[in-house]
């Protein structure tokens, strides 16, 4: 499967504040996929990007897959503590089944 | 739909036991997957099924065993426990092919081996 590389590993924000994790491959992607997963949860799925340029957005959540298909961010406005949790990108893997990134843990400060 | 369930939710093994961690989903998926998941390093694939009867490796298959004999169920046999494999495992499925990656995980089963 694709490598994808993912920084950065932690993130404290104080709550309000901005938070940016980014995703990158060495090789074009044909998609990228995000997740979150809540502290002793599971992964969840957010979103799928498939288009060079892509950006969408879910209420304070913005997703992006750069033009060349190499890279992706999730970028969450105004963090609030039900923010906390680990975001992962996947990047295609054999089969279909996606390659996950190591994760971004983000914590937010009340 | 219960969608994926796993089962134990907790397990304790000691070293050089057996055990097999179940995964059932009612969603009549064709991919199933097992992924290990260890502090750091995010997940990891296992094992992974494209339908019933058809398996195959991921990055890290050494010391894990799978069969998928019907489309709902993907059991990872653990053939001797080993402390390297204290993690915590989850199971995932999606409907398969081209556009439809999305994955569905269960809630994980965390293994201790002593």
């Known amino acids: 499967g694709q490598q994808v590389m993912q920084i950065p590993q932690y993130q404290h924000v104080q709550e309000g504040e901005d938070f940016t994790t980014y995703c990158n491959s060495s090789t074009t992607l044909s998609n990228i996929q995000w997740y979150k997963q809540r502290p002793g949860g599971h992964p969840v799925f957010l979103i799928q990007?498939?288009?060079?340029?892509e950006v969408k957005k879910q209420k304070r959540l913005t997703f992006q897959f750069g033009e060349a298909k190499k890279n992706s961010s999730l970028h969450i406005t105004a963090t609030q503590t039900t923010d906390v949790g680990t975001y992962f990108c996947?990047?295609?893997?054999?089969?279909?089944?996606?390659?996950f990134g190591r994760g971004t843990s983000l914590i937010v400060h009340p | 739909n219960a969608g994926v369930t796993q089962t134990p939710k907790f397990q304790v093994l000691k070293t050089g036991q057996s055990m097999t961690l179940q995964c059932a989903q009612d969603m009549n998926h064709e991919y199933m997957s097992w992924y290990r998941q260890d502090p750091g390093m995010g997940l990891r694939l296992i094992h992974y099924s494209v339908g019933a009867g058809i398996t195959d490796q991921g990055e890290v298959p050494n010391g894990y065993n799978v069969s998928r004999s019907t489309t709902e169920d993907f059991p990872l046999r653990l053939l001797s426990a080993a402390p390297s494999q204290t993690s915590v495992y989850f199971c995932a499925s999606s409907y398969g092919g081209e556009g439809s990656y999305e994955q569905y995980f269960g809630p994980g089963t965390r293994l201790t081996v002593t």
């Open positions: 996947a990047g295609p893997g054999g089969s279909y089944i996606p390659t």
């Open positions: 990007l498939v288009k060079s340029g």
